[in-house]
């Protein structure tokens, strides 16, 4: 995979457009969603994007952010970081054919009327496997296939947005105040806005790490690691942030941004023609983060099975394509499984579970400026251990903040399955060494 593509593979990983973001507008508020939206690129991305950016040129290996924990701080460690990113991987990727039926049911009622998406989940499911066998087979036939693919899905998901941004800024910048017309919903306090939010904005920037795990199937990871990471950081900010704001300039109803509204948004922005545009782009969408979630997850099974944590068959390459085929069509049948989950019940579980990772791979950073300040880095944090301390506690700050909004709104019940998602880390461990110690003797 070359630089360019590895830059538009990461743009398709993390957003692949705000798809997914609208309900953010109807659930905190216009005005808190695009404050959210300005404000996290700064304390949930770039932390995370700035960790990759320093450490992917630095141990270009396959397995990414697992073989950085490992190397820091040991085995258990490098363990848990692959379990709970894998997990969130999981999650993560089966989110997105349900993205995907859901666009195309708003297509199909809209165009033809027909609603059998919306009233048989047998029918949901079955699209859902389609694009899930599909796209799984491609991502077996190769990487550089999945980063070719990449680069023409990135343009068809830009491109509308660029368009809906230029026709709707237009009207935002002569009357700005008009287009926020409230900053909370009426029937939700500060916090209980704040706290359905921020799951939806952070989920839609999460991911700048996956895709170290692939360091070894890409061209000068040195170089094109921080390129493509300074590229995605600002190009994803603004194909969430402008398009939000056009669109809040001519689409009013606030209980309209939901998920599957962008295609009535560009319509009441700029007529059918970019409706027309958007319903492809929102097609595209949900196949291109898709692919590219995929192709960074697969590899993290394919290191436990290379450390005897799981079966050494998932770490086989295809003889033809380079690929861990077996790992990838293993991850693609429980993508098929979680497929039949709500939108809502998988990015709950998905932001904290990353959360949890994310704050391995932050302590990584430190740790390793700590043990190997000689380490070759090809790309350096500059700033000093203020900007590193600043980089490990802003994303953790941010997870608490919404574990603890989300259990006052809601209750320990909403934590449940997230929890013990977490603690099933160290049972597993546990378990497999104890069958290791018995098998022994």
Partial sequence: ???????????????????????AVKEAGPGMAILLIALLPIFWALPDALTTAELAPALPMEGGYVMWVKRAMGPFWGFLNAWWTWIYALVDAAIYPVLFTTYLATLLKSSLGVTVLDTQPWARWAVAMVMIVAFTFLNVRGTRLV????????????????????????KWFTNPTATITSFTPAEKSVGGALSAGLSIVMWNYLGWDALSTIAEEVEEPQKSYPRAIFIG??????VYLLPTLAGLAHFKNIDGWEEGAWPAIAQASAGTWLAALMHVAALVSPIALFTGSLLGSSRVPLVLAEDGFLPKKMAEIHPKFGTPWISIL???????????????????????????????????????????????????IPGGWPVLWAIFLAPVAMVILLFVLSIQEEGWEAQKLTLWAVISGPLVYGLIHLYRRKAAS
């Fill in 1 to 23: 995979m070359t630089a360019g593509m590895l830059a538009m593979t990461v743009f398709c990983q993390v957003s692949g457009g705000p798809f997914g973001l609208e309900s």
């Fill in 147 to 170: 980063g070719k693919t990449s680069v023409v899905m990135a343009w068809l998901i830009i491109a509308p947005f660029l368009l809906l941004s230029v026709v709707g800024l237009a």
């Fill in 233 to 238: 950081v600002p190009l994803v900010t603004a």
């Fill in 330 to 380: 293993v991850c693609g049948g429980v993508y098929a499984l979680l497929a039949t989950r709500s939108f809502k019940d998988l990015v709950e579980l998905n932001v904290v579970m990353y959360g949890a990772a994310l704050f391995l791979e932050s302590a990584t950073l430190l740790i390793l400026r700590k043990k190997e300040p000689d380490l070759h880095r090809p790309f350096k």
